[in-house]
């Protein structure tokens, strides 16, 4: 399995990105998929996820200005991202190969991850 992501950049406050993964592999539509984040400094933090049969989850942080969709037809993810804020800076992860415990996605040491594409909110 393969993640590629997309769509980082150099903002300023208050305006909107959109973040791209695209994934390869036969199964990935099988599991939970995801975004991450990782500022300066700072361990990596879960910002949503998109499991197989449609439920999504989303970190306090960024609740009602960001939104995660799902093309198993295209293996994508995308983060749609608006309201941006300084906080907001960090390199963001394309997460895949989650877990669906009946409540919640686990991505665990076999889960897959992209290299990251960073997003700069000044």
């Known amino acids: 399995v393969q993640l590629v992501e997309s769509g980082g950049g150099s903002v300023q406050v208050g305006v909107s990105l959109r973040l791209s993964c695209a994934a390869s592999?036969?199964?990935?539509?099988?599991?939970?998929m995801a975004w991450f984040r990782q500022a300066p400094g700072k361990e990596r933090e879960f910002i949503s996820y998109?499991?197989?049969?449609?439920?999504?989850k989303y970190a306090d942080s960024v609740k009602g200005r960001f939104t995660i969709s799902r093309d198993n037809a295209e293996k994508t993810l995308t983060l749609q991202m608006n309201s941006l804020n300084s906080e907001d800076t960090a390199l963001y992860y394309c997460?895949?190969?989650?877990?669906?415990?009946?409540?919640?996605?686990?991505?665990?040491?076999?889960?897959?991850w992209g290299q990251g594409t960073q997003v700069t909110v000044s």
């Open positions: 998109f499991a197989r049969m449609g439920t999504t």
């Open positions: 592999g036969s199964t990935i539509n099988d599991y939970c």
């Open positions: 997460a895949a190969g989650g877990i669906w415990t009946g409540r919640n996605c686990v991505f665990a040491s076999g889960s897959y």
